[in-house]
């Protein structure tokens, strides 16, 4: 069983930076895939980034648009999601999420943390 904590999110104004992390434990990683993915009142939950925990590889939404990087920290078993030039249309709870794989691109994933939220003010 994987368990993901996530923390970092809150309050900042629009241009404004936030960074995310979420510590993984219960497992060794070296075939997992890491991912955020957010979800605003009323929209369904849509995928932002993923990472490979052993090759390093990522992947984004389409809409970050350069503004957003995941990143890993092997040594703390800890994931990093770096956003900034923030919008009031990130708003949202942003989860952690694991899945068994490298490959990056299948989105399917099995386990997530309970959520962090981020709020961008105009």
């Known amino acids: 069983q994987v368990q993901l904590v996530e923390s970092g999110g809150g309050l900042v104004q629009a241009g404004g930076s936030l960074r995310l992390s979420c510590v993984v434990s219960?497992?060794?990683?070296?075939?997992?895939?890491m991912g955020w993915f957010r979800q605003a009142p009323g929209r369904e939950r849509e995928f932002v980034a993923a990472?490979?925990?052993?090759?390093?590889?990522?992947d984004y939404g389409n809409y970050v648009n350069g503004r957003f990087t995941i990143s890993k920290d092997i040594a703390n078993d800890t994931v990093y999601l770096q956003m900034n030039s923030l919008k009031p249309e990130d708003t949202a709870i942003y989860y952690c999420a694991a899945k068994f794989g490298s490959n990056v691109f299948m989105r399917r994933y099995d386990y997530w943390g309970q959520g962090t939220q981020v709020t961008v003010s105009s």
């Open positions: 990472i490979s925990w052993m090759y390093g590889t990522t």
């Open positions: 219960g497992r060794t990683l070296n075939k997992y895939s």
